[in-house]
C-alpha cells in the first residue's frame, strides 16, 4: 500500500521578527533560514519518517536537484517528480515570538502539472493505494476525478482553503482533513460545533479530520466521532504541525491502526514538530515519536 501525493514542493525563506511588517513598515528580521517546504513535500516527509511507502508527483525547477536528493535521502520516491524550466515554487514566512507565522506563497513550478502527467501516474496506482492531495497544486480537480474514477481513495487537504472548488469534491474522496477554521468557512459558519454537526449531516459517509490546534482533533464519520486532546508543549515554530500530523495519522491508518490510536501518534508527532524551528526539518521521526509516546504514559501513570 503507498500513499501517491500530488503536492507542492517549496522553497522557505523563513524570518524570525518581532511582529509581523505593518503596512508601510521596514524591519530588519532577528533571523533568517531557506529550508525545504510547501505542503505537499511536508506530507511526503512526514509519511516517510512515519516509515510509510510515499512517492511524490509534482514540479521543480532544474537547477533544483538538490531538493530531489533531499526528499530522496528521507526516503520518499522522488521518480515521479518533474524538472521544469519553470521556478521551484516558494514561500515567504515571518514567525513571530509568540510562535505564529504569516506566509506569502509562490506557485511557480508547482502550478505546472499537467493532465498527462496525472493520468500517466493514476493509470499505475493500485485501488488498495491512496492518492493525497493539497491546495498547493494545479489540476486538483482533474486529479480527485480521475481517482475517484478508478475507484482509488482520496485523502484531501483543501488548504489554502477554496471553499467552491472544495465543496464541489467533497462526494468524490474518501478522507478530508481539515483544521477548525478551514471547516467554518467551509461550511460558513461561525462557530466549530455548527461547522461539525453541518459537516455530519450533509456528508455522513465521508471521514473527516479536524485538527483544533492546541485543543485536539475530532473526527467525523456519520455518527460516529471520536476526540483526542493535544499533548502540552512549549511551541517555537507551528508551520508544519498540520502536515506532520496528516503524514503520521494517514500512515497510521494504512497499518490498520485504530482510529484512536492513529489521531494519538499524530498528535505526538505533531507536538514533537511545534517544539523545533522551521518546516521540513522539525518534522520527527517515527522512533521520536515512539519514544515521546512512552515519556507521555510514563509521565500519566505517575501523576
Not at 239 to 248: E, K, L, N, P
Not at 276 to 285: D, H, K, M, V
Request: net charge negative; with cysteine.
Amino acid at each position: 500500500m503507498t500513499v501517491y501525493n500530488f503536492g507542492s514542493i517549496n522553497l522557505d525563506h523563513l524570518y524570525k521578527v518581532h511582529h509581523f511588517v505593518r503596512p508601510g513598515e521596514t524591519m530588519a528580521s532577528e533571523g533568517y533560514q531557506m529550508q525545504l517546504g510547501g505542503k505537499g513535500a511536508n506530507q511526503s516527509i512526514a509519511l516517510a519518517k512515519a516509515n510509510a511507502p510515499v512517492r511524490h508527483v509534482g514540479a521543480v525547477h532544474l537547477d533544483d536537484k538538490s531538493v530531489l536528493d533531499q526528499l530522496s535521502s528521507i526516503g520518499v520516491d522522488t521518480s515521479l517528480i518533474a524538472q521544469t524550466k519553470t521556478p521551484t515554487g516558494h514561500a515567504i514566512i515571518q514567525l513571530n515570538k509568540e510562535a505564529e507565522n504569516a506566509i506569502i506563497l509562490f506557485a511557480g513550478a508547482n502550478h505546472t502539472l499537467s493532465e498527462e502527467q496525472v493520468d500517466g501516474v493514476i493509470d499505475h496506482i493500485a485501488m488498495n493505494d491512496w492518492v493525497l492531495l493539497q491546495n498547493e497544486t494545479n489540476q486538483i480537480d482533474y486529479i480527485v476525478k480521475q481517482a475517484h474514477k478508478k475507484g482509488i481513495p482520496v485523502a484531501f487537504n483543501p488548504a489554502p482553503m477554496d471553499v467552491e472548488l472544495t465543496q464541489s469534491l467533497m462526494p468524490f474522496i474518501r478522507l478530508l482533513v481539515v483544521n477548525e477554521v478551514e471547516a467554518m468557512d467551509l461550511m460558513q459558519v461561525a462557530t466549530i460545533d455548527a461547522a461539525k454537526e453541518l459537516l455530519q449531516q450533509q456528508y455522513p459517509n465521508l471521514a473527516i479530520l479536524m485538527t483544533l490546534g492546541s485543543e485536539g482533533v475530532r473526527y467525523l464519520c456519520g455518527e460516529e466521532e471520536v476526540y483526542v486532546p493535544a499533548f502540552k508543549v512549549t511551541p517555537v515554530d507551528t508551520t508544519a504541525a498540520g502536515d506532520t500530523f496528516i503524514g503520521f495519522c494517514l500512515a497510521a491508518l494504512m497499518e490498520k491502526t485504530s482510529i484512536e490510536d492513529a489521531l494519538a501518534r499524530a498528535c505526538a508527532a505533531s507536538a514533537l514538530c511545534v517544539t523545533r524551528l522551521g518546516a521540513a526539518p522539525a518534522i520527527p521521526s517515527k522512533q521520536e515519536v515512539d519514544d515521546f509516546l512512552i515519556e507521555e504514559s510514563t509521565s500519566t501513570e505517575h501523576k
